[in-house]
């Protein structure tokens, strides 16, 4: 019996958008040679996203990690929570997540993309 496929999205509540980090970094090739390469990196985000940063930041594991900064904010319904027998309301919210994408801190002409086509040439064609 087959699977149905489950998106990656799936995970996610609402919509979601993809995000194309395109980059260069230099690679080694044959011959023990050095050369620039293009790279892409898929990222989703689950929000409007509010800024981008790049530099060497600290995550919330307390590991430096160069690369992105993004930052989104995600829409919270209102719900009803129970604690120890008492229940309270909490209001709907707006809240600000933040995402990091590791990047090699040689990493040059990053460009961030919406559409798959603006990187097709270096994105590998799976599905």
């Not at 979601?16 to 980090?21: D, E, G, W």
């Not at 160069?66 to 809240?95: C, D, Q, T």
Request: proline share 3%; hydrophobic share 30%; net charge positive.
């Amino acid at each position: 019996m087959a699977l149905k496929y489950r998106p990656t999205t799936a995970k996610y509540r609402g919509r979601t958008k993809t995000l194309y980090i395109y980059y260069e970094s230099r690679d080694r090739v044959r011959g023990g040679k050095v050369r620039w390469k293009s790279h892409v990196k898929r990222v989703y985000v689950s929000g409007t996203v509010v800024r981008v940063e790049r530099g060497t930041f600290t995550n919330r594991y307390g590991r430096k990690v160069h690369g992105l900064k993004i930052v989104y904010e995600n829409p919270r319904r209102a719900f009803v929570a129970e604690r120890e027998g008492k229940r309270y309301k909490v209001r709907r919210a707006i809240v600000e997540v933040t995402k990091f994408v590791e990047l090699p801190e040689d990493a040059r002409n990053v460009r961030i993309h919406t559409k798959k086509s603006e990187v097709e040439p270096t994105l590998m064609n799976v599905l």
